[in-house]
């Protein structure tokens, strides 16, 4: 019997709700209604009182889950979408994140966020956050990228005593299956290597790894192989594992479905140059999506966010310096 993505959250949730007393789940519509992708669905039954129907204000969501952590408990926040935490933006910042250095008492929530796009969903649904977070300081982001990843990276934010943005794709909800759940797990913040290779490192996370090892079978044909790194955690991030990568290659390009502008791309690619320079036969590139809202119509947004043939057109270039 395989799982989904999907389903690998709600086992982790359910894990983690049978194992420790102190954990409870907050969000809008997730008790009976099973939340908006049915992340908590029947999770309300087995745990009665546990989880927890929230009020429509992200605001305080956060808030209310702050002040459990404060008290002992160990809160599982969801946004019914990632854009939406926005709402709750000032609490996480400048509450969650600040928390520990401000006061030594530990914030160990837990903020799902199910992120990026998908046909159809407009620019009010489809944001990808991990950036904006990632800037601040006391808060951890992860983005799995596979349903391994989804479940067992769950279980290390819920257990971590610092609060963790869990960024997790709604495009690989119910796309992505494996045979199992995983018994063991590599710690959340170490990249993978999901592809080795020996012509061009790629660096990449969340649904964009798929898209992205698509791409390096493409080359095969001509010859080339291609590294694909997962992330897997934006922050903190692997730098030596990217470092690692681009030393064997000598080339890289980042890969991202979110904007550009100050991205995990751009980060990646200053590290390598400021870090790794001497390891680069070719100036590192990155693609992300394109500066505009993230648009409804299906093939407006396909050719909005990279996709395969994309990153295929961007890796054969710089195969080319």
Known sequence: MSVTYLEAIR??????????????????DIGGFGGAFKATKNLSSQFPGRVLDAPLSEDAI??????????????????????FSTCGFNQIVNQAATLFYRTAVPCPIVVRLPSGGTSGAGPFHSQSMEAIYAH????????????????????????????????????LYNHLKAESLPHEAVPARKAR???????????????????????????????????????????????DAILASVARTGRLLCVGEAWSWGGVSAE??????????????APPQRLNAKETPVPFHPDLWSSHRPTALAITSSLRRVLEF
């Open 11 to 28: 086992e982790a949730q359910a894990h983690a709700l049978a194992a420790d007393p102190r954990v409870f789940l907050y969000g809008q």
């Open 62 to 83: 956060v808030g209310i889950a702050i002040g459990a952590a404060i008290e002992g408990m160990r809160p599982i926040v969801e946004m019914q979408f990632a854009d």
């Open 136 to 171: 601040y300081p006391g808060l951890i982001v992860m983005t799995p990228a596979t349903v391994e990843d989804a479940y067992s990276m769950l279980l290390e934010a819920i257990a971590i005593d610092d609060p963790v943005i869990f960024c997790e794709h709604k495009l």
């Open 193 to 239: 290597l999901a592809r080795q290779g020996r012509d061009v490192t790629v660096v990449t996370y969340s649904a964009m790894v798929h898209e992205s090892l698509a791409a390096a079978e493409e080359l095969v044909a001509d010859g080339y192989e291609i590294e694909v790194v997962d992330l897997r955690c934006v922050k903190p991030l692997d730098t």
């Open 268 to 281: 990646v690619i200053a590290r390598v140059a400021s870090e790794g320079y001497g390891l680069l036969d």
